[in-house]
């Protein structure tokens, strides 16, 4: 078992500089809690209070009449240090330092984080942060952070785990994982890691059972060679590893320095370690929830060859453009294929891949899942894309010929709908469809998860 | 004046094969022009009904009592050599043929198509399509077309016109330039091109005086030579021309030979032409209306230099990474804009750009507009861009210092707001400033119109 279960799954937390106010960065930790039923021990403490939000609190960690697993340090950076100490001294493993003003400002602010540091050595225990944003364990509700992403929202419980070096980039993949509807286990903010780097937690993440998709947001890898090992475990552990990485460039080094106090360029070969490692790489948070979406579903593409049905005929270009381009084969169909698709055609549409079924589908919208179901059976293909826009008077009989449709693991149903329904597409989605606004972001999925 | 005038912009016009049911082909160009109150004079032929949805209707176009400048032939392809011959006799000079069954489906077709052409020799008389879905004209509001994209939307009247091989690309195109609130002036679908290639209708919108800006969706260019003295002349004549290019690859290809019987990958070089005449080539719809939108708002991008102001660090180093990889420059402060930028900022801010508001921002959100008016009125930068997320606590007075925002043509502001209020950021927009959901999106647009 990982050092860090003691941490990520705290039975019993005390949030240190607890506020009355559910808007206070030490007031949302315990609104949070309180709200989702965290289902550990939760104390606040606060030097002035015996109550906080209707929860009895203590003045001091000092005070705690046995020691928390975690103590959730909320205090201005003034004060941290001597929380950390009375902590330490009574026993606690677990720390989480919201505070900045550390090594990410200046010479003086990295030599505060290196007392911070050493207040650590000859311990066991361990500080997640400081300038970070916590974490977030949803098996147990523990909301270790004040990030305004949890203000509104619940979050559903599944696979998917983040980590990541920029609280609010991990803030907006919560935002986006609720829209989608896509659960979440674990959520880690790691801040300038002073004592817990990214390497350790993507080693935990590797091996903790409720984890089966793991995303980061990297800008600089301290230990390289246990990160690539920690990435190694994941993949023998069949969890897709989704990464994006910040600081690639001049300007982006001289920003990751002023932000997390980090140095991505120093000589690491994060290209090659993803390549060993069967990392994806991508270049935004959505293209991160596409294919968090993908494995979240349980999709898997086992190769490369690609059916289109198609309303247009120049989306069918861009699309066996696009595809072919990314490492995707648009395949002719087989005599037989060929054979049971010609009389569900029109008689002026081309048999071929891709399919075009012109505006004949709108007196006919049945033709729709027909086609698609045909292509799925062939076997001859690894997934199918349809391609609709607009149809507004149709919509719904479309949608009831997709829901319709029987799928098959070996072959994955995308749709892209331009100008769709949003409440149709959200059905459909419930049906097991990926569905996409635009041409390049399916590709761009596609070109990610292809074997 | 070009000899396309008089079809583009006809003054009457024959819907033949009209219908009194305006779901129908033939019924949608009369019901939309009747909705939109056309200009001009509208004749629906039908040969069995007196009068079509409300208009007194001729039984052919023999029965005219004066040639219209424009017939519409909304029948099936078996009639439209008659109604051509017809329209011919009585001295029409512009025919728009809707039907397909021609050179896209096989040799038989080609041979119509050939047919077809053949009527056309030795007159000055024009034709558009077959297989094609018309086209638009706003400034009269003349839809030749039974595109359905007309079907509840009003069109805004403005500069931006398109045309281009696929129909359904052209009504997203419509359909999202309506939601976007662009004003269009000519949409043209040209089809099969049997008569009026794609080359001579870029030549057309080069000179109209009412067309700005030029979105094409390319596959086969018939007149390579004529097509680049085209954009040449809207090179000239300071249009901007915006190309997606369609059969790119053999899979593509084999596409376009079905949809517009084109074969695009004959020895014609479009990146070279693009690259000598200035076009802005996409890679999707998406991507052509965000280029459209800068110019119809009257942008530009004088030079590379990009500041940033970010809520996010994390999203400061990828807006640094992502434009730097796409020749834009990240250029740091002066001492003196550091001077004036250092007292606006949190004591525990680096002052640098990318600029890292950090939280400090929910506390005194009209920092927003102070940082980003240092940073337009420095003359430093090019643009300026700003990054949020969520925030929703203070989003409606961050929209406030948003429209405060004192604009300089010389540099342009964007906005990117992940997760952000849709009714905000409409204000958002209306006040100049383009608005952006993903970096991605906004890095391709500086990509595109940098100079």
Not at 214 to 236: G, M, Q, T, V
Not at 420 to 426: D, F, R
């Amino acid at each position: 078992m990982s050092t860090l279960t003691s941490l990520f799954e705290a039975g019993s937390v005390a949030i240190v500089g607890a506020s009355d106010n559910p808007h206070k960065i030490g007031g949302r930790p315990v609104a949070y809690m309180k709200r989702l039923n965290y289902q550990g021990k939760l104390i606040p403490i606060n030097p002035k209070a015996d109550v906080i939000q209707g929860l009895p609190a203590k003045r001091s960690l000092l005070e705690l009449d046995t020691p928390v697993d975690l103590a959730v340090v909320a205090v201005p950076d003034t004060l941290v240090e001597k929380v950390i100490k009375e902590g330490l001294s009574v026993g606690i493993k677990n720390f989480v330092v919201f505070a900045s003003g550390y090594a990410e400002i200046n010479q003086q602010g990295l030599e505060k984080q290196r007392q911070l540091q050493a207040l650590f050595d000859g311990t066991q225990a361990r500080l997640l942060g400081p300038n970070c944003l916590g974490f977030i364990n949803t098996e147990t509700q523990l909301v270790a952070s004040f990030t305004t992403a949890m203000e509104q929202h619940p979050l559903k419980t599944g696979g998917l785990s983040f980590a990541g070096h920029s609280g609010a980039l991990g803030a907006y993949w919560l935002d986006k994982t609720i829209h989608a509807e896509i659960g979440v286990s674990k959520w880690i903010s790691s801040g300038n890691e002073a004592n817990l780097p990214l390497d350790e937690i993507v080693d935990y993440l590797a091996t903790d059972p409720q984890t089966t998709i793991i995303s980061l947001y990297i800008e600089e890898i301290r230990h390289p060679d246990k990160f690539e090992n920690a990435l190694l475990l994941a993949k023998k552990n069949n969890k897709p590893v989704i990464a994006l990485k910040g600081g690639k460039t001049a300007a982006g080094a001289r920003a990751t320095a002023a932000h997390t106090a980090s140095n991505p360029l120093k000589g690491v070969g994060y290209a090659a370690i993803f390549k060993r490692t069967g990392v994806i790489e991508v270049q935004s948070l959505s293209e991160m929830i596409d294919c968090s979406q993908f494995y979240a579903k349980g999709l898997t593409l086992f190769g490369n060859k690609v059916g289109i049905i198609s309303i247009s005929g120049g989306a069918g270009v861009l699309l066996s453009d696009q595809l072919e381009a990314n490492g995707l084969s648009i395949t002719g169909f087989s005599d037989e294929l060929y054979t049971t698709m010609e009389p569900l055609l029109p008689s002026f549409s081309t048999v071929q891949n891709p399919v075009d079924l012109t505006a004949a589908l709108v007196a006919r919208p049945e033709m729709l899942r027909e086609t698609t179901q045909q292509l799925v059976d062939s076997t001859e293909f690894d997934a199918v894309v349809i391609f609709m826009g607009l149809m507004d008077s149709v919509a719904q009989q479309l949608t009831d010929a997709l829901l319709k449709l029987k799928s098959e693991p070996s072959c994955p149903v995308f749709l892209i709908w331009m100008g769709g329904n949003k409440a149709l597409l959200t059905q459909i989605a419930q049906h097991g469809i990926l569905v996409f606004e635009e041409i390049p972001d399916l590709v761009t999925l596609l070109s990610n998860v292809k074997p």
